[in-house]
């Protein structure tokens, strides 16, 4: 049995350092992890004796007082003026020095990179512990030096994040009546990797003589950042202003136990609870003059005791009411939201600094915006690029969904709702722009990648231009086409398109296709190496579907045939009705997306769903006993739930994708291309050896990802524009005034119309 600290998930560690105060035979130390936050780790000299995990909070939780009562308080205008908001702190600290006392608290370093816990035994030592630091304090042995104290008789102030507190209680093991503890209401422990970059950055690098986030001196009572340097510059940023404000408070790079901080509520525990008193002016205008004003919970006996003590050193000392000042401190309510990017910031932030990472961490840049089908009204498209999104994001590569406009602004269907409602769950979605305005979408992302679908041909670029050949991105960007697809043998369109669409592939810094016969229409055709990678669903982890159909509740009750059939025929309903009569199973069919309300009507056998969602898809193939398909994608999903099945070979739809698929995993025994050889033939229902299958797959997924990877890391090609790719932006332009004219006209006659109406 592991008696360690080990046991404690990183989510649930505080990193308060009761464990390694503990830890009678030094096997533990603290560490700061690649995030900047601080750890335990336990060293090869550990006894196992359990001590460490009998003091750790995180494992024993503490009991909260009862609600508090609640005080503004202001200490003198000189007191405050050296402290974060009202000086409680500080008025607390002095009683205790004068009593020959000691007290623990938060202070920078020499060189401001670092904040550690310290002791203070006069006034001189008392100054650095005043003010906020926000950034995650090492309590480093404190909690022993406390003890010691406690135990000689000496009264003690012990300040801290309510985590701390908590952690010195568990160490201490036992109440002192000379320790006082006062925590703080936090918004959450930032990290120290973070707050070096920022600094560093925003000094310029220059030599710092002194940090304060709570500067009085510049501004009123506030949260600015302030950095006096040693030549005597002053750089400085107002709260609203700051872009350390907008990180910490946005909860990109709070520690990741604090998002489900237990202490983030009105019951406390530590005796006196320190807080700013913000917005106060909307209850009583007199108990804010801008210098600051302290929020003060009286929590326990002790607290009540010391507060009644300390009220004649109060400038200011008012109840207030605690529900109210709620309103304006949320971690008296519930913990810091962790912002969805989170993770962004900390995998850029070594590479670019605390600015540019801070993009990412917000959601404001994004490695990759993905350009292609992604929003057609069909399962495989939806699913393509779902998968797509999360090899990325499993990268580290924020994503986000470009969408596709029309030259002539006409909308796409509306079943585009279903996908785009599905992908919206997983990924951010730009906002739309006009055909002539999509070369806005390079303002925020790092580099474009065309998907896995038929965006090269002909019918697409009379539709949506020179779109899927990223015509809109500027030319100096990195473009990358993964597994993407012509659909056919060979690029069929007039000799300007095709010498146009050269153009701009060439353009690109990294291309791949889907099917084996791209890779000679990209070198016959353009001149363009490309090489052949198979389709990005099997690059995604079963588990990664499998969450999609978590909490879909829709039994079934027997084993069945599941039909995925786009293009329903009577040949194909008479292979369905063999495989179920054969296998003993009952039939359900599936069709189309965007086909269904038409195809419904052609299937009369079995039961046919009506149009269900991307995780209903996944749900019922997951759960299938055989699966019957007319799908490419169908047929994808097939291999990847290990599932029986017969590919009805779509020709109308492209067959080389059907047999790149079959030939590269030695399954061209399941294509029919005919529906009724289904019917009578035995190779439709011999077993698939599956873990042959996983053998050939996995070194086509290792390719593919290496072949992604190094497209991703390669830095972009510088380009030309050559006259054929100036006309095409010419008529990108053109088409969007065209539209805005098409616009004014048909609203001029619309409002003609009202005008003789009312007439």
């Given at each position: 049995m592991n008696k360690t600290i080990n046991i404690v998930p990183k989510d649930k560690c505080t990193g308060c350092g009761a464990c390694y105060n503990k830890c009678a035979v030094s096997a533990i130390k603290m560490e700061y992890d690649n995030e900047g936050f601080i750890f335990p780790k336990v060293l090869d000299n550990c006894i196992d004796c359990g001590a460490c995990q009998a003091v750790c909070p995180a494992l024993n939780p503490i009991e909260p007082y009862e609600t508090p009562e609640s005080y503004a308080v202001w200490a003198s205008d000189e007191v405050r003026l050296n402290s974060s908001s009202g000086g409680m702190f500080s008025i607390m600290a002095e009683y205790v020095l004068k009593n020959a006392g000691a007290v623990c608290g938060a202070a920078y370093t020499k060189d401001y990179k670092l904040v550690h816990h310290v002791w203070a035994e006069n006034e001189k030592e008392l100054a650095p512990l005043r003010g906020s630091k926000y950034v995650q304090s090492d309590t480093e042995l404190t909690f022993k030096q406390a003890k010691k104290y406690l135990d000689s008789g000496r009264m003690v102030l012990y300040t801290g994040c309510p985590c701390q507190i908590a952690g010195l209680y568990k160490y201490l093991g036992k109440d002192y009546d000379n320790l006082y503890t006062a925590d703080i209401v936090c918004h959450g422990s930032n990290?120290?990797?973070?707050?070096?970059?920022?600094?560093?950055?925003?000094?310029?690098?220059?030599?710092?003589?002194?940090?304060?986030?709570?500067?009085?001196?510049?501004?009123?009572?506030?949260?600015?950042?302030?950095?006096?340097?040693?030549?005597?510059?002053?750089?400085?940023?107002?709260?609203?202003?700051?872009?350390?404000?907008?990180?910490?408070?946005e909860g990109v790079f709070n520690r990741l136990n604090c998002h489900q901080c237990v202490y983030a509520k009105a019951e406390r525990i530590a005796d006196i609870t320190l807080a700013d008193c913000w917005q106060v002016h909307r209850y009583n205008p007199k108990y804010d003059d801008r210098k600051g004003t302290s929020l003060v919970l009286v929590n326990s006996a002790k607290g009540k005791e010391l507060f009644k003590k300390l009220k004649s050193k109060m400038k200011l000392c008012e109840k207030v009411p605690l529900e109210e000042m709620r309103k304006y401190n949320g971690q008296l309510n519930r913990p810091a939201a962790m912002h969805p990017c989170r993770k962004y910031f900390f995998s850029h932030l070594d590479k670019y600094g605390y600015h540019k990472a801070l993009w990412y961490g917000r959601g404001m840049r994004f490695d990759v915006g993905i350009v292609g089908w992604w929003f057609a009204s069909n399962y495989g498209s939806s699913l393509t690029y779902y998968a797509l999104g999360t090899i990325l994001q499993?990268?580290?590569?924020?994503?986000?969904?470009?969408?596709?406009?029309?030259?002539?602004?006409?909308?796409?269907?509306?079943?585009?709702?279903?996908?785009?409602?599905?992908?919206?769950?997983?990924?951010?979605?730009?906002?739309?722009?006009?055909?002539?305005?999509?070369?806005?979408?390079?303002?925020?992302?790092?580099?474009?990648?065309?998907?896995?679908?038929?965006?090269?041909?002909?019918?697409?670029?009379?539709?949506?231009?020179?779109?899927?050949?990223?015509?809109?991105?500027?030319?100096?960007?990195?473009?990358?086409?993964?597994?993407?697809?012509?659909?056919?043998s060979d690029f069929i369109a007039d000799e300007n398109v095709t010498a146009t669409a050269g153009d701009y592939l060439r353009r690109f810094d990294a291309v791949s296709v889907r099917e084996q016969t791209g890779v000679d229409v990209c070198k016959k055709r353009f001149g363009v190496n490309a090489e052949q990678i198979m389709d990005p669903v099997f690059f995604c982890d079963r588990k990664d579907y499998d969450k999609l159909c978590e909490g879909i509740n829709d039994p079934i009750d027997k084993k069945y045939l599941l039909c995925y059939i786009l293009d329903p025929t009577p040949e194909k309903q008479e292979a369905a009705k063999a495989i179920a009569e054969k296998e003993g199973l009952e039939i359900i069919a599936l069709m189309g997306l965007r086909e269904q309300p038409v195809t419904k009507e052609k299937w009369t056998v079995g039961t046919v769903l009506p149009r269900i969602s991307s995780e209903q898809f996944i749900y019922y193939m997951k759960n299938c006993s055989y699966l019957l398909t007319d799908s490419h994608h169908g047929t994808c999903f097939g291999i990847i739930y290990e599932k029986p099945y017969a590919a009805l070979v779509n020709a109308n739809r492209g067959a080389t994708r059907f047999e790149t698929v079959a030939s590269a995993l030695g399954l061209k025994d399941r294509l029919f291309y005919n529906p009724l050889d289904v019917c009578k033939s035995k190779r439709a229902y011999e077993p698939i050896d599956y873990t042959k299958v996983a053998e050939k797959l996995k070194p086509e997924v290792e390719r593919g990802m290496k072949w992604l990877n190094d497209a991703l890391e390669c830095p972009a090609k510088k380009n030309s524009e050559t006259i054929r790719t100036i006309k095409a932006e010419r008529d990108r332009m053109v088409a969007g005034m065209s539209n805005r004219i098409a616009y004014l006209e048909r609203r001029n006659r619309e409002l003609e119309k009202e005008l003789n109406s009312k007439k």
């Amino acid at each position: 049995m592991n008696k360690t600290i080990n046991i404690v998930p990183k989510d649930k560690c505080t990193g308060c350092g009761a464990c390694y105060n503990k830890c009678a035979v030094s096997a533990i130390k603290m560490e700061y992890d690649n995030e900047g936050f601080i750890f335990p780790k336990v060293l090869d000299n550990c006894i196992d004796c359990g001590a460490c995990q009998a003091v750790c909070p995180a494992l024993n939780p503490i009991e909260p007082y009862e609600t508090p009562e609640s005080y503004a308080v202001w200490a003198s205008d000189e007191v405050r003026l050296n402290s974060s908001s009202g000086g409680m702190f500080s008025i607390m600290a002095e009683y205790v020095l004068k009593n020959a006392g000691a007290v623990c608290g938060a202070a920078y370093t020499k060189d401001y990179k670092l904040v550690h816990h310290v002791w203070a035994e006069n006034e001189k030592e008392l100054a650095p512990l005043r003010g906020s630091k926000y950034v995650q304090s090492d309590t480093e042995l404190t909690f022993k030096q406390a003890k010691k104290y406690l135990d000689s008789g000496r009264m003690v102030l012990y300040t801290g994040c309510p985590c701390q507190i908590a952690g010195l209680y568990k160490y201490l093991g036992k109440d002192y009546d000379n320790l006082y503890t006062a925590d703080i209401v936090c918004h959450g422990s930032n990290s120290v990797k973070a707050y070096q970059s920022f600094i560093k950055e925003f000094s310029e690098g220059k030599k710092i003589a002194k940090v304060n986030f709570r500067d009085k001196v510049h501004y009123d009572w506030s949260t600015p950042t302030v950095v006096y340097l040693e030549n005597g510059e002053v750089k400085k940023s107002a709260w609203n202003e700051s872009n350390w404000n907008k990180g910490f408070l946005e909860g990109v790079f709070n520690r990741l136990n604090c998002h489900q901080c237990v202490y983030a509520k009105a019951e406390r525990i530590a005796d006196i609870t320190l807080a700013d008193c913000w917005q106060v002016h909307r209850y009583n205008p007199k108990y804010d003059d801008r210098k600051g004003t302290s929020l003060v919970l009286v929590n326990s006996a002790k607290g009540k005791e010391l507060f009644k003590k300390l009220k004649s050193k109060m400038k200011l000392c008012e109840k207030v009411p605690l529900e109210e000042m709620r309103k304006y401190n949320g971690q008296l309510n519930r913990p810091a939201a962790m912002h969805p990017c989170r993770k962004y910031f900390f995998s850029h932030l070594d590479k670019y600094g605390y600015h540019k990472a801070l993009w990412y961490g917000r959601g404001m840049r994004f490695d990759v915006g993905i350009v292609g089908w992604w929003f057609a009204s069909n399962y495989g498209s939806s699913l393509t690029y779902y998968a797509l999104g999360t090899i990325l994001q499993n990268m580290d590569k924020p994503v986000i969904m470009i969408p596709i406009s029309k030259p002539n602004g006409t909308p796409w269907e509306p079943e585009i709702k279903y996908t785009v409602d599905f992908l919206s769950k997983h990924f951010r979605i730009a906002n739309k722009r006009e055909f002539h305005k999509m070369h806005e979408f390079n303002v925020f992302c790092d580099s474009f990648m065309l998907g896995s679908d038929q965006m090269w041909t002909g019918s697409s670029t009379n539709l949506v231009g020179y779109t899927f050949f990223l015509d809109f991105v500027d030319k100096d960007k990195k473009k990358i086409a993964f597994s993407t697809s012509f659909g056919q043998s060979d690029f069929i369109a007039d000799e300007n398109v095709t010498a146009t669409a050269g153009d701009y592939l060439r353009r690109f810094d990294a291309v791949s296709v889907r099917e084996q016969t791209g890779v000679d229409v990209c070198k016959k055709r353009f001149g363009v190496n490309a090489e052949q990678i198979m389709d990005p669903v099997f690059f995604c982890d079963r588990k990664d579907y499998d969450k999609l159909c978590e909490g879909i509740n829709d039994p079934i009750d027997k084993k069945y045939l599941l039909c995925y059939i786009l293009d329903p025929t009577p040949e194909k309903q008479e292979a369905a009705k063999a495989i179920a009569e054969k296998e003993g199973l009952e039939i359900i069919a599936l069709m189309g997306l965007r086909e269904q309300p038409v195809t419904k009507e052609k299937w009369t056998v079995g039961t046919v769903l009506p149009r269900i969602s991307s995780e209903q898809f996944i749900y019922y193939m997951k759960n299938c006993s055989y699966l019957l398909t007319d799908s490419h994608h169908g047929t994808c999903f097939g291999i990847i739930y290990e599932k029986p099945y017969a590919a009805l070979v779509n020709a109308n739809r492209g067959a080389t994708r059907f047999e790149t698929v079959a030939s590269a995993l030695g399954l061209k025994d399941r294509l029919f291309y005919n529906p009724l050889d289904v019917c009578k033939s035995k190779r439709a229902y011999e077993p698939i050896d599956y873990t042959k299958v996983a053998e050939k797959l996995k070194p086509e997924v290792e390719r593919g990802m290496k072949w992604l990877n190094d497209a991703l890391e390669c830095p972009a090609k510088k380009n030309s524009e050559t006259i054929r790719t100036i006309k095409a932006e010419r008529d990108r332009m053109v088409a969007g005034m065209s539209n805005r004219i098409a616009y004014l006209e048909r609203r001029n006659r619309e409002l003609e119309k009202e005008l003789n109406s009312k007439k």
